[in-house]
Nanobody, 120 residues
Framework: QVQLVESGGGLVQPGGSLRLSCAASGSIVSTYAMGWYRQTPGGLGKQREL??????????NYADSVKGRFTISRDTAKNTVYLQMNSLKPEDTAIYYCYAENPYNHYPYWGQGTQATVSS
């Protein structure tokens, strides 16, 4: 059973930065597709939005709304995936969830979420 534990959320002013971390149990970071989704306030019941994804081969995909501002990376030695978020905007306020997908059966795993709030 894969477990994902996020950290790094918090309160930041517009234009600021945050770095989210997702520590995975087991050595999956180099083989699983891993990424970050977010759910906005009042968005319960709304579908989570894909923010960034990195595949096992290292290919990266980003939502248009974060391109040029967010960067996803991974450290296979630490079994950790990161999301560096720069030039943050109030509309980036959301609960950010770490995601991992088994490449063989496509089973999804989710972290518990971490809140990022962008406000002055």
């Amino acid at each position: 059973q894969v477990q994902l534990v996020e950290s790094g959320g918090g309160l930041v002013q517009p234009g600021g930065s945050l770095r989210l971390s997702c520590a995975a149990s087991g050595s999956i970071v180099s083989t699983y597709a891993m990424g970050w989704y977010r759910q906005t306030p009042g968005g319960l019941g709304k579908q989570r939005e894909l923010v960034a994804l990195i595949t096992g081969s290292g290919r990266r995909n980003y939502a248009d709304s974060v391109k040029g501002r967010f960067t996803i990376s991974r450290d296979t030695a630490k079994n950790t995936v990161y999301l560096q978020m720069n030039s943050l905007k109030p509309e980036d306020t959301a609960i950010y969830y770490c995601y991992a997908e088994n490449p063989y059966n496509h089973y999804p795993y989710w972290g518990q979420g971490t809140q990022a709030t962008v406000s002055s």
